[in-house]
Nanobody, 122 residues
């Protein structure tokens, strides 16, 4: 099982981007999935989480601007980022916990995607 993040790029202040995170492999179930970000010189921080039953949680800094969602059939999670600000500039990472078919058996996993750069110009 692997996670592949995509959709980053350059946006202007006030613009929008949508990030995607797709899991490859045989997934039995997802528990919590989330987006994190790390700006230069700063620690990685939580951006948004979504649970298996669709409950969401957001960092205060992105509430009202970002929307996290998931499509279980496509094994994909998204974050729609609107009203972008220069302080949103960071490498964005997806994270997922669940159960999948790994090394010949069903087992729990906790994975990170490779990161995708988001740059917001002022």
């Amino acid at each position: 099982v692997q996670l592949q993040a995509s959709g980053g790029g350059l946006a202007k202040t006030g613009g929008s981007l949508r990030l995607s995170c797709t899991a490859s492999g045989i997934i039995v179930s997802f528990n919590v999935m989330g987006w994190y970000r790390q700006a230069p010189g700063k620690q990685r921080e939580l951006v948004a989480l979504i649970t298996s039953d669709g409950n969401t949680n957001y960092a205060d800094s992105v509430k009202g601007r970002f929307t996290i969602s998931r499509d279980n059939a496509k094994q994909t999670m998204y974050v729609q980022m609107n009203s972008l600000k220069p302080e949103d500039t960071a490498v964005y990472y997806c994270n997922a916990e669940g159960r999948g078919f790994i090394s010949g058996r069903t087992q729990n996993f906790k994975l990170w995607g490779q990161g995708t750069q988001v740059t917001v110009s002022s």
